[in-house]
């Protein structure tokens, strides 16, 4: 098969690359590196079915010849980059998903969405279904990401039903594992850089807010399963093992034997108060299930911080734990 991945040099993406050239695809990167990075895919450089396109999709996107499938993974991830970039998010999710979508149409490829389960906002259904609207605040400061991601949505839905485009949509839920920036503001390598270093724990408010971690593997068998079957989704990818942010960063304390203390910082405007997945519908449709539980994954993660930290590889910009 041909692959087509957009953001394919980020955090998951380069992931994704590296498991579909194991699986002897044949895959082009397309990544403008704004939050992406080429380290992250340096090591597939060598692999003749692996290329890299930069280029930002929401200007223009041509790949020559036929494409089996397009995994549309560009965009801004953590709050701390979509907050300092908040209109090229908002474009990623709205030009960029077109401009994949059409690459797709043009292509006769199967085409899958990377949504988010920010799509559901500070919830008030717990755990989360898919049949689920959400509770997004349209004008708050997450909402350039949870809007770009609810209308990218919308519009691969509008190509399925108008256009006969063969799409998928997968609404990812809290993902970590090796590749993630130390400085990137997510909660896990926050707290990872924290305890490695010695410094204190930033836990926004008090603590009490919850998420549902899951390994990189899992999220990407999940993915890969959705493209390799016919269906439209959308459809949950998380782990329903559910922690709370002060319970995940005193695990990693543990973990990483830090003696780091605590410190509470002020909490985010319209931090979600509560994130689990209701993954039967991933089950069921593609059997799938999350096989790696926190504390394995953790160990992983800590692992690949530790060589990183030690190597002096970590970015030098500040960022705070925003989950």
């Given amino acids: 098969m041909r692959i087509v991945v957009t953001g394919g040099a980020g955090f998951l993406g380069s992931h994704l690359c590296e498991r579909l050239l194991a699986r002897g695809a044949d895959v082009t990167c397309m990544d ?27 200007g223009f996107v041509h790949v020559p010849g036929e494409v089996d ?30 401009h994949a979508l059409g690459l797709a149409k043009e292509k006769g490829a199967r085409f899958v969405l990377a949504s988010t389960s920010e799509v559901y906002g500070d919830p008030l259904e717990h755990p989360q279904r898919e049949s689920y609207w959400g509770n997004v605040n349209p004008v708050g400061p997450r909402s350039v990401y949870d809007e770009a991601k609810r209308f990218a949505e919308s519009l691969t839905t509008a190509y399925r039903n108008s256009n006969g485009t063969d799409t998928g949509i997968v609404r990812i839920f809290n993902t970590y594992g090796p590749r993630m920036r130390p400085h990137d503001g997510r909660a896990i390598p926050t707290f990872i850089r924290q305890a490695l270093t010695g410094e204190p724990l930033t836990v926004a408010g008090d603590g009490r807010q919850t998420r549902s971690i899951c390994y990189v593997d899992d999220t990407v068998e999940g993915v890969l399963a959705l493209a390799g079957s016919d269906f439209e989704g959308p459809v949950n990818i998380g782990n329903p093992s559910e ?81």
């Fill in 69 to 98: 499938l397009v995994l549309h993974f560009a965009s801004a991830a953590s709050p701390i980059d979509y907050l300092r970039h908040p209109i090229e998010t908002l474009k990623v999710g709205s030009l960029g998903t077109l």
């Fill in 243 to 323: 922690m709370s942010m002060l319970e995940l960063a005193e695990t990693i304390r543990d973990l990483t034997g830090s003696s780091s203390p605590i410190r509470f910082v002020d909490r985010p405007a319209d931090d979600p108060a509560v994130r689990r997945p209701d993954t039967s519908l991933a089950a069921e449709r593609l059997g799938w299930h999350p096989r790696v539980d926190p504390i394995t994954g953790l160990r992983r993660t800590i692992e690949w911080f530790t060589a990183e930290l030690r190597g002096g590889r970590a970015e030098a910009d500040a960022g705070g734990s925003r989950g």
């Fill in 32 to 58: 403008d590196f704004l939050t992406g990075s080429p380290r992250n895919v340096e090591h597939l450089m060598g692999n003749p079915g692996f290329h890299v396109i930069e280029c930002d999709v929401t």
